[in-house]
């Protein structure tokens, strides 16, 4: 089946920094991702869909300059989380639709984040 | 390797009692979810199950055996809006999430 990966899978970074997140779908091509956060043992948030090609789509009350989305590539969107504090330590995972079929999602293995 | 499995389609009908199953191989364990999700939606937290046994949520059970690798979701009293696709994730050591491919489920009248 489609496979997506997330790089990294655990990042610790200090408060005030930035920190990249790269979600890349391996065996097939992605027009559109989406990236969600999660804290524990809630469902997963829908931050942002992402489009190859154009701007990202930012759900209400996520702050769009703070949460970088990029889609460089048909395999490959990254998520910056821009002047990290404590309060966006959590469980951050993309997924991407499969080809020709937009109601099924193949989930990333996720990145944990802890700022400190 | 780390694997999950569950069935790819299941079909009941209204007001009946349906089970989905699920097995997971992962490298050490931090629990096992079971998500809902509707198509087009994003999924929906069910349950979270890190300790043997079965935990109950209205219409909906979750059980756990860890010493069988071996986890069910159990619907009761089924409704047509219970129509989704439920996705089993398994934590590992690292706190990753390993996903199944989630079961259809189809409900009939």
């Known amino acids: 089946g489609a496979v997506v990966s997330q790089h990294p899978s655990r990042v610790i970074c200090k408060s005030g920094t930035s920190v990249k997140i790269e979600c890349r779908s391996l065996?097939?091509?992605?027009?559109?991702m989406f990236w969600y956060r999660q804290f524990p043992k809630q469902s997963l948030m829908l931050m942002a869909t992402?489009?190859?090609?154009?701007?990202?789509?930012?759900e209400q009350g996520v702050e769009k300059d703070k949460f970088l989305i990029n889609h460089a590539s048909l395999t490959l969107s990254t998520l910056t989380v821009t002047s990290a504090h404590p309060e966006d330590s959590s469980f951050y995972i993309c997924?991407?639709?499969?080809?020709?079929?937009?109601?099924?999602?193949?989930f990333g293995p996720g990145t944990r984040l802890l700022v400190l | 390797g780390q694997n999950i499995d569950q069935p790819t389609e299941m079909t009941a009908t209204e007001g009946a009692i349906v089970q989905i199953n699920c097995t997971y191989q992962t490298s050490g364990f931090n629990g096992l979810f079971w998500y809902q999700q509707h198509a087009g939606e994003a999924p929906t937290f069910l349950s979270y199950n890190v300790l043997d046994g079965l935990e109950e949520k209205g219409r909906f059970s979750s059980f756990l055996s860890r010493s069988k690798g071996y986890s069910y979701l159990l619907l009761k009293e089924l409704q047509m809006k219970d129509s989704a696709s439920y996705l089993c994730a398994g934590m590992d050591s690292n706190y990753q999430l390993i996903w199944g491919a989630g079961t259809k489920l189809i409900i009939k009248p």
């Open positions: 992402s489009n190859e090609g154009s701007k990202a789509t930012y």
């Open positions: 997924s991407a639709p499969g080809q020709g079929d937009l109601q099924t999602q193949y």
């Open positions: 065996d097939f091509q992605a027009t559109t």
